[in-house]
T-cell receptor, first 114, second 115 residues
């Protein structure tokens, strides 16, 4: 089974600054894209952004962008102009080989400082 | 559109007792998932439904867990009997289409505490 690694258990960022959250995967199968989800303290997992593995340009959704580097097996989330409401857990997730099951990383807790 | 609705929000039970969780997916979403999220971890899949058929239940502990999705809409996840290690957040998710690039839409989850 593939493993998704998020090496930053916790991150702090100043309000209005940009922050990068890291995510790597360990499988050699490059067929699948990668998702990022946000989980506020309320518990709901909120879909943020997705990029397919064959997309040529990095995905962007508002203040979120995904820096996908297949050679490094990484897909980092960049949040620009951080807001207080961005404080939450962030999870990256990827489908497994031949399965729709999403494998999630352990998450990164982002705290935005006013 | 209304999101995925789960109930109850919280549940505290003693070990060996039964418990059930309910999920109403987004209208029109044929694919439904149950995930379990242990403290400090990402969610892990328990079971996936396509309409009323369970198409992936390989990680469901079938000795004590059961699930159903009658009529391909609402779903219920049951644990009987509950063990201390079942304490976790149980998340339901739905998707409007099948595919590796289909985002899952999650509910708020049910936080289960087994004492």
């Amino acid at each position: 089974a593939q493993k998704i690694t998020q090496t930053q258990p916790g991150m702090f960022v100043q309000e209005k600054e940009a922050v990068t959250l890291d995510c790597t995967y360990d499988t050699s199968d490059q067929s699948y894209g990668l998702f990022w989800y946000k989980q506020p303290s309320s518990g709901e997992m909120i879909f943020l952004i997705y990029q397919g593995s064959y997309d040529e340009q990095n995905a962007t959704e508002g203040r979120y962008s995904l820096n996908f580097q297949k050679a490094r097996k990484s897909a980092n989330l960049v949040i620009s102009a951080s807001q207080l409401g961005d404080s939450a857990m962030y999870f990256c997730a990827r489908p497994g080989a031949g399965s729709y099951q999403l494998t999630f990383g352990k998450g990164t807790k982002l705290s935005v400082i006013p | 559109e209304a999101g995925v609705v789960q109930s109850p929000r919280y549940k505290i039970i003693e070990k060996k007792q039964p418990v059930a969780f309910w999920c109403n997916p987004i209208s029109g979403h044929n694919t439904l998932y149950w995930y379990r999220q242990n403290l400090g971890q990402g969610p892990e899949l328990l079971i996936r439904y396509e309409n009323e058929e369970a198409v992936d239940d390989s990680q469901l502990p079938k000795d004590r867990f059961s699930a159903e999705r009658l009529k391909g809409v609402d779903s219920t996840l049951k644990i009987q009997p509950a063990e201390l290690g079942d304490s976790a957040v149980y998340l339901c998710a739905s998707s409007g289409r099948t595919g590796y690039n289909s985002p899952l839409h999650f509910g708020n989850g049910t936080r289960l505490t087994v004492t």
